[in-house]
């Protein structure tokens, strides 16, 4: 454990200079080490922040720093995101934030317990578990707006839009699978969106499990107001391999299965994969950690993307919208 004015990396400097704004108070006294490390394969976690544990007298780490990444700071709205971890946090759904800066993007939690892990994707498989994250999802959705509008495919655009400048290097078939992006678009703007406050990214990574059978969400980054069949559709398509596993995760949803809810979750679930596979390219050309998988991630998003468009009977789904 360092104390403040021990930082030897950028990273523990923008730490410190954190802890000082947020805790004036205790700077005297803080210790904080590193917390959880990046990898991009097999889970996506901890490459877009950097984090820390905390000590407020230097022994007991119990508060846990969170620093956004800049390498995204284009993606994310940092206002609405510290406003949404608030807001979740109220709800009894999320760690207590303690302060928070979103210029900076700081944002300092009280950090979770002993015996709290990162949720896998076996760990949530089962019906019982699975039912009780869309219980919370739909907490959530029923609250307040967040007031920022998104759908996964403004937000292809939104990067689409900085890939030349990266130089990012992609495949062969991109420009047929965003002319898919573009169908599904205008296929489901056609069918209407009831946009409701979301956590907007359900991978396993972003959800804590408590040693007693408690559950928390994290990382509000891609917090909005959001089509909730989005954030549906991309949990049915990391949890399960087969449809018919997924088609119960929907009645979970909505008490009932409709071919057309169940068509908006698969479309969304392939402009998921295109979405994140283009993210980690981003980040592949961006960021400082060289030594993380991001193009293995990136290269996993597009074959489960284009697996999901070239299946036959894929088109039906726009159909029955």
């Known amino acids: 454990m360092k104390r403040i004015g021990q930082a030897e990396t950028a990273d523990e400097l923008r730490a410190e200079r954190a802890l000082a704004g947020l805790l004036p108070a205790d700077a005297g006294r803080l210790g904080y080490e590193a917390a959880a490390f990046p990898v991009a394969s097999p889970s996506y976690q901890a490459v877009e922040s950097t984090s820390f544990h905390v000590a407020r007298d230097g022994t007991e780490m119990s508060l846990f720093l969170r620093l956004g990444a800049a390498e995204v700071a284009e993606l994310v709205d940092r206002d609405v995101a510290v406003a949404a971890a608030r807001h979740v946090a109220g709800l009894g759904l999320a760690p207590a934030v303690i302060g928070a800066d979103a210029a900076s993007g700081s944002l300092l939690l009280a950090r979770l317990g002993a015996g709290w892990k990162v949720a896998k994707i076996d760990d949530l498989i089962a019906q019982e578990r699975a039912a009780r994250l869309v219980a919370m999802q739909k907490t959530i959705a029923a609250s307040a707006p967040f007031g920022r509008r998104w759908s996964v495919f403004e937000g292809i655009s939104a990067i689409w839009s900085l890939l030349p400048a990266a130089g990012v290097p992609l495949p062969g078939d991109i420009d047929w699978m965003r002319g898919w992006m573009s169908k599904m678009a205008e296929a489901i703007d056609a069918a209407g969106v009831d946009r409701r406050p979301a956590h907007g990214d359900p991978h396993s990574s972003n959800l804590m499990l408590g040693p007693h059978g408690e559950m928390a969400l994290v990382d509000l980054d ?28 929907l009645e979970m949803h909505d008490g009932r299965f409709t071919d057309a809810a ?37 290269a996993w998003r597009f074959l489960r993307c284009r697996m999901l468009l070239g299946r036959p009977g894929f088109e039906e789904f726009l159909r029955t919208l």
């Open 222 to 249: 891609m917090a909005g107001d959001i089509d909730p069949y989005y954030q549906l559709g991309a949990q049915m398509n990391e949890l399960y391999q087969f449809e018919s596993q997924m088609k119960p995760l």
């Open 262 to 298: 169940f068509s908006r979750c698969r479309l969304y679930a392939a402009a998921d994969d295109f979405y994140w596979a283009l993210r980690s390219l981003l980040l592949a050309c961006r960021s400082p950690l060289q030594g993380v998988e991001f193009l293995k991630y990136a």
